[in-house]
């Protein structure tokens, strides 16, 4: 009996040591994966270009499309990591315009897209949830990158591009809006057909790239997680 004993301590021994070096093993290929698609989407922040019905300082991308891939693959935290790294990645590049300002709220708008939807899809992991989730992440990224653009970034912006000689206000911005959309009359309607629509399409885009490509990717992924 007292052999049979010792043989089931050695081997829960055995197997608490197997499992934790699976588990540290595995995080080291999450956090390697979530540093790869953090650095091709801090690449594709650079291939930017402006849609017609918004100023020039609004410009399209497709960085969101490897972030909602890895909240996808791992949950929402690797999304939220991902987004940040994009970010800090960016703007040691580039530098900021706005003390930090305008990247915190890009980050939020970024995670106001992922987060929902990457919950909604790990719930359900079927196209039926991936659809559902990103419509409504969609629609929390319309929500959250409207307010913050009305209350945050476009103020920010305005204080810190002010000179002693030039001063920009809210209203400078707006005005930008209307000489390339005549439906921008103020800031109400520079958020409503401006900005409102900017994070539609965006969202949209980058939903259907996501849709079309994660099946093939989450994969290549899970055969990665099962050497």
């Not at 698609?37 to 960085?63: H, I, R």
């Not at 992922?114 to 969609?138: E, R």
């Given at each position: ?15 608490g040591?197997?499992?934790g ?8 290929r ?5 540093g790869?698609?953090a ?5 594709l ?11 020039s ?15 996808f693959a791992?949950?929402?935290v690797?999304g939220i990591i991902?987004?940040?790294v994009?970010i ?26 992922v ?21 409504v ?11 913050l653009?009305a ?15 030039t ?5 400078s911005?707006?005005y ?16 409503a ?13 980058t939903?259907?790239i996501v ?7 989450s994969?290549?992924i ?6």
């Amino acid at each position: 009996m007292e052999e049979v004993k010792c043989s089931d301590e050695y081997l829960y021994i055995l197997t608490g040591i197997f499992i934790g070096g699976e588990m540290k093993k595995k995080s080291t290929r999450v956090l390697v994966f979530a540093g790869v698609l953090a650095s091709v989407s801090a690449v594709l922040m650079f291939l930017e270009f402006p849609l017609g019905f918004a100023p020039s300082f609004y410009k399209m991308d497709f960085s969101e499309v490897p972030v909602l891939i890895g909240a996808f693959a791992y949950g929402p935290v690797v999304g939220i990591i991902i987004e940040g790294v994009k970010i800090i990645v960016r703007t040691s590049i580039v530098g900021t315009q706005t003390m930090g300002v305008g990247e915190l709220a890009n980050f939020l708008i970024g995670i106001s897209f992922v987060v929902p939807a990457s919950l909604i899809y790990k719930a359900h992991k079927t196209k039926k949830s991936a659809v559902i989730g990103l419509a409504v992440g969609s629609l929390a990224m319309i929500i959250v990158g409207t307010l913050l653009n009305a209350f945050v970034l476009l103020p920010a912006f305005a204080f810190f591009l002010s000179t002693p000689e030039t001063t920009y206000t809210v209203d400078s911005f707006v005005y930008l809006g209307s000489l390339v959309n005549p439906l921008v009359k103020d800031l109400p309607t520079f958020l409503a057909f401006a900005v409102a629509p900017f994070n539609l399409i965006k969202a949209v885009l980058t939903g259907i790239i996501v849709i079309l490509s994660y099946k093939r990717i989450s994969s290549l992924i899970k055969a990665k997680d099962s050497e």
